[in-house]
């Protein structure tokens, strides 16, 4: 699978990828690209909107940045056809809502404490099915 992770803190970044891949959910015949600005990474997905299988991208990408549903929704806008998976610590009915509005979507709660909730076995569980679904 090809991979992109977003999120506006270059350490968070570094800490997914090896979380990820520590837990199995990225394999070594996987390509993991990173993005540390969501702009950016929309004028790459706009020039090859198949170039990712998933993307996982933070909700809040910092003060000045494009919101990660915002990402998400230009990417259905040029043609993605692949998943998708948002990292939000927001929980409320609107953001429910909001996500219920994109397709393709997964969500994942950041901050959970405990384990079968926990970010890392969450994404490792989504990936995983993701894997299978595109080896069928």
């Given at each position: 699978m090809t991979i992109a992770l977003i999120d506006d803190q270059q350490p968070i970044l570094k800490l997914y990828s090896a979380m990820l891949v520590k837990a199995g959910a990225i394999k070594s015949n996987d390509s993991l690209y990173t993005y540390s600005d969501g702009t950016e990474f929309l004028t790459v997905i706009q020039e090859e909107p198949s170039k990712?299988?998933?993307?996982?991208?933070?909700?809040?990408?910092?003060?000045?940045?494009?919101?990660?549903?915002?990402?998400?929704?230009?990417?259905?806008?040029?043609?993605?056809?692949?998943?998708?998976?948002?990292?939000?610590?927001?929980?409320?009915?609107?953001?429910?809502?909001q996500m219920e509005e994109?397709?393709?979507?997964?969500y994942v709660l950041k901050g959970s404490r405990s384990e079968e909730n926990n970010p890392y076995v969450v994404l490792t569980k989504i990936l995983n099915t993701y894997r299978k679904q595109f080896n069928n």
């Open positions: 990712f299988d998933v993307v996982i991208c933070d909700q809040n990408l910092g003060k000045d940045q494009i919101e990660g549903l915002d990402i998400l929704r230009g990417m259905i806008n040029v043609g993605f056809q692949g998943k998708a998976i948002l990292l939000t610590g927001d929980n409320s009915d609107w953001m429910k809502k994109v397709p393709t979507i997964d």
